[in-house]
């Protein structure tokens, strides 16, 4: 399953998800740029549990070296591949909890769950000899909050069936329960860290997210969060929009409701909409004309439904226009 976008529109643009994103590939092309001395670099970097727990170990670096990798870790990557996959996640789920915690606290809260997930590995591996890296830890807790903010909200997800792309709609608490239950399972069949993952620090950071999310809540917006808001609030939406449809029978019409932003109403603009259809989704692009009211119908020909006449019916969109 691939998790292509959710459905809860955020307020504001992601400025601090975006710059840890940004972070993480710069990190990741200075890692790359080692070359031979790589390895070394992540072994001074990462996060190596048996350099706090077996003094002969320890001696050979220095306490702020100790101290820098609970925060370097979690900026390093074990290939292209890994980072892609985290900065993706991190991007889908990311935006909405930092919308709802403003990007103060959210930048608190994620460092704080990446900590939390390197210390839950530190003690779930003491004596373990091999770095831990990477950013799933803290993205966990970003996943762990996001469960708890839209348990609701559905995750548009591409599901390969032998080649044939399909587009489902999975509700999150669902999408993100079977996540946990794959990394708690895995965790408690394994070491903790099988075939380089940590899968305890995923765990750890996960229910990490879940605490600390309902601390930071407490904790008051500084005045600065509002202009941030104000100054970054969105001007449109996104560009692949879920549309869920209604029909009755014996009406070949199908209907829907398509959402924008005053900008985009006054100077047109072009989605795509995928519809749920039976088991699967079916997309398609539709142009918003420049100067669209709000509450206009907006007619796709020939995409309704098939009668037994073999008259077909119209896709019919109202739109809403929303700040």
Same mark, same amino acid.
């Given at each position: 399953?691939?998790?292509?976008?959710?459905?809860?529109?955020?307020?504001?643009?992601?400025?601090?998800?975006?710059?840890?994103?940004?972070?993480?590939?710069?990190?990741?092309?200075?890692?790359?740029?080692?070359?031979?001395?790589?390895?070394?670099?992540?072994?001074?970097?990462?996060?190596?549990?048996?350099?706090?727990? @077996?003094?002969?170990?320890?001696?050979?670096?220095?306490?702020?070296?100790?101290?820098?990798?609970?925060?370097?870790?979690?900026? $390093?990557?074990?290939?292209?591949?890994?980072?892609?996959?985290?900065?993706?996640?991190?991007?889908?789920?990311?935006?909405?909890?930092?919308?709802?915690?403003?990007?103060?606290?959210?930048?608190?809260?994620?460092?704080?769950?990446?900590?939390?997930?390197?210390?839950? *590995?530190?003690?779930?591996?003491? *004596?373990?000899?091999?770095?831990?890296?990477?950013?799933?830890?803290?993205?966990?807790?970003?996943?762990?909050?996001?469960? @708890?903010?839209?348990?609701?909200?559905?995750?548009?997800? #591409?599901?390969?069936?032998?080649?044939?792309?399909?587009? @489902? &709609?999975?509700?999150?608490?669902?999408?993100?329960?079977?996540?946990?239950?794959?990394?708690?399972?895995?965790?408690?069949?394994? *070491?903790?860290?099988?075939?380089?993952?940590?899968?305890?620090?995923? @765990?750890?950071?996960?229910?990490?997210?879940?605490?600390?999310?309902?601390?930071? &809540?407490?904790?008051? &917006?500084?005045?600065?969060?509002?202009?941030?808001?104000?100054?970054?609030?969105?001007?449109?939406?996104?560009?692949?929009?879920?549309?869920?449809?209604?029909?009755?029978?014996?009406?070949?019409?199908?209907?829907?409701?398509?959402?924008?932003?005053?900008? &985009?109403?006054?100077?047109?603009?072009?989605?795509?909409?995928?519809?749920?259809?039976?088991? *699967?989704?079916?997309?398609?692009?539709?142009?918003?004309?420049?100067?669209?009211?709000?509450?206009?119908?907006?007619?796709?020909?020939? #995409?309704?439904?098939? $009668?037994?006449?073999?008259?077909?019916?119209?896709?019919?969109?109202?739109?809403?226009?929303?700040?």
């Amino acid at each position: 399953m691939i998790p292509i976008r959710d459905t809860t529109r955020s307020r504001t643009y992601p400025i601090v998800n975006n710059i840890i994103i940004g972070l993480n590939v710069l990190v990741f092309i200075v890692e790359i740029a080692q070359g031979s001395r790589q390895n070394q670099f992540i072994i001074t970097y990462g996060l190596v549990p048996a350099r706090y727990s @077996v003094p002969a170990i320890a001696s050979y670096f220095t306490t702020s070296q100790q101290i820098f990798s609970f925060f370097s870790f979690m900026f $390093l990557h074990g290939g292209f591949w890994h980072l892609l996959a985290n900065m993706w996640f991190l991007y889908i789920f990311g935006d909405n909890v930092e919308d709802r915690l403003g990007p103060l606290r959210y930048i608190v809260f994620y460092l704080l769950c990446g900590w939390a997930s390197g210390i839950f *590995h530190l003690i779930t591996n003491w *004596h373990s000899q091999v770095p831990t890296i990477g950013a799933s830890g803290a993205i966990a807790g970003v996943m762990g909050a996001y469960l @708890v903010l839209y348990p609701n909200s559905r995750i548009l997800t #591409l599901i390969p069936i032998f080649f044939i792309p399909y587009f @489902v &709609e999975i509700p999150a608490f669902f999408f993100l329960g079977l996540w946990f239950f794959i990394q708690f399972f895995s965790a408690a069949a394994s *070491h903790g860290q099988a075939g380089g993952i940590a899968w305890w620090a995923h @765990v750890g950071g996960f229910i990490s997210g879940i605490i600390l999310l309902k601390v930071s &809540e407490r904790v008051p &917006e500084a005045g600065v969060t509002q202009k941030l808001r104000t100054a970054t609030s969105r001007k449109k939406t996104p560009r692949l929009k879920v549309v869920r449809t209604q029909s009755s029978v014996g009406d070949p019409h199908i209907y829907g409701t398509i959402s924008i932003t005053p900008q &985009e109403a006054h100077f047109g603009t072009q989605k795509l909409i995928n519809v749920p259809w039976g088991f *699967h989704s079916r997309i398609f692009r539709v142009t918003v004309p420049p100067g669209v009211k709000d509450g206009t119908v907006l007619r796709l020909p020939g #995409l309704g439904k098939r $009668l037994e006449g073999g008259e077909k019916g119209d896709l019919l969109l109202k739109v809403q226009i929303r700040p």
